[in-house]
Structures are given as structure tokens and as C-alpha cells.
């Protein structure tokens, strides 16, 4: 897969931009290349959350709430492996993410949505890395 990325110059651009979000490595970014056609048929972080199954639901029935919220079962289940994966790497060498997980965990909530949330935010940053065209730059602010 690389051999092909590398021989077309939109691939590896896009392949780029991927890889310099910390936590999305080569087996991430080239999944995520595969499954949305590089970028062209689904460009949206909600769309591409819910189709990883990373996008949490309210469990209702018209006005009453039945229950936690959860993730659709109907996702594309192999890149929602990659995405975890890549989620558990981020949170151990991203301190940005390192320090969201234990601030959200110190808050009690479990570590499995936290995990989630995790995913969710890899997503959407590499959505915004290949809209924007730039590569991935830490923020330096401290809330």
C-alpha cells in the first residue's frame, strides 16, 4: 500500500498530513485513506465518527431516556480496531491526550468512554489536517 501511495503525489500528500496528527500512525492513516477513498466520499468528522461507530447515541423511546449512552453496532468494525489501537498509542505518547484521559477519568467517568471520546477526537483532527491542508500543530494554550 505504501509503494502505491508513494507513486501518486494527492495520496501522499493526504498520507502526509495523516501522519503528522501524533497517535495516527501508517496502518491508521492508509485505513482511513481506503475507507473513505482518500477523503472524497466522506469528508465530515460526524459522518466518519458514526461510521467507525466511535459517535455515541442516546438510548430513548419518544421522551424517556432508557439508559446510558452507546455506540451503533452497525460500524465498520475493522477500522474501528485500527482507530483503538491508534487511541491506546495516543493516549501513552500524546501528553495532549494523555492529560484529557486522566483529567476526564479523575472526573469519574469510565475509561472506556473516555477511550471513545479518545477516538472521537483522533478522528475529527484528522479530518480538520486534510480540510485545512496544513499539518498537525499542538496548541500552546492552557486552559
Same mark, same amino acid.
Given at each position: 500500500?505504501?509503494?502505491?501511495?508513494?507513486? @501518486?503525489?494527492?495520496?501522499?500528500?493526504?498520507? @502526509?498530513?495523516?501522519?503528522?496528527?501524533?497517535?495516527?500512525?501508517?496502518?491508521?492513516?492508509?485505513?482511513?485513506?481506503?475507507?473513505?477513498?482518500?477523503?472524497?466520499?466522506? @469528508?465530515?468528522?460526524?459522518?466518519?465518527?458514526?461510521?467507525?461507530?466511535?459517535?455515541?447515541?442516546?438510548?430513548?423511546?419518544?421522551?424517556?431516556?432508557?439508559?446510558?449512552?452507546?455506540?451503533?453496532?452497525? =460500524?465498520?468494525?475493522?477500522?474501528?480496531?485500527?482507530?483503538?489501537?491508534? =487511541?491506546?498509542?495516543?493516549?501513552?505518547?500524546?501528553?495532549?491526550?494523555?492529560?484529557?484521559?486522566?483529567?476526564?477519568?479523575?472526573?469519574?467517568?469510565?475509561?472506556?468512554?473516555?477511550?471513545?471520546?479518545?477516538?472521537?477526537?483522533?478522528?475529527?483532527?484528522?479530518? =480538520?489536517?486534510?480540510?485545512?491542508?496544513?499539518?498537525?500543530?499542538?496548541?500552546?494554550?492552557?486552559?
Amino acid at each position: 500500500m505504501q509503494q502505491f501511495i508513494a507513486k @501518486d503525489a494527492e495520496l501522499k500528500r493526504k498520507y @502526509d498530513l495523516l501522519t503528522s496528527v501524533k497517535g495516527v500512525g501508517k496502518v491508521l492513516a492508509i485505513s482511513l485513506l481506503v475507507y473513505t477513498q482518500g477523503f472524497t466520499r466522506m @469528508d465530515d468528522g460526524r459522518k466518519l465518527a458514526c461510521y467507525c461507530g466511535v459517535a455515541p447515541f442516546e438510548y430513548r423511546s419518544g421522551t424517556s431516556v432508557i439508559g446510558r449512552t452507546g455506540v451503533s453496532k452497525f =460500524a465498520n468494525k475493522e477500522l474501528k480496531q485500527v482507530l483503538h489501537m491508534a =487511541a491506546l498509542s495516543s493516549i501513552r505518547n500524546n501528553g495532549e491526550m494523555k492529560t484529557y484521559f486522566e483529567r476526564k477519568v479523575g472526573e469519574g467517568k469510565s475509561k472506556m468512554s473516555v477511550l471513545n471520546a479518545v477516538r472521537n477526537k483522533l478522528l475529527h483532527q484528522a479530518v =480538520a489536517v486534510i480540510k485545512r491542508g496544513t499539518p498537525y500543530e499542538v496548541r500552546l494554550n492552557n486552559f
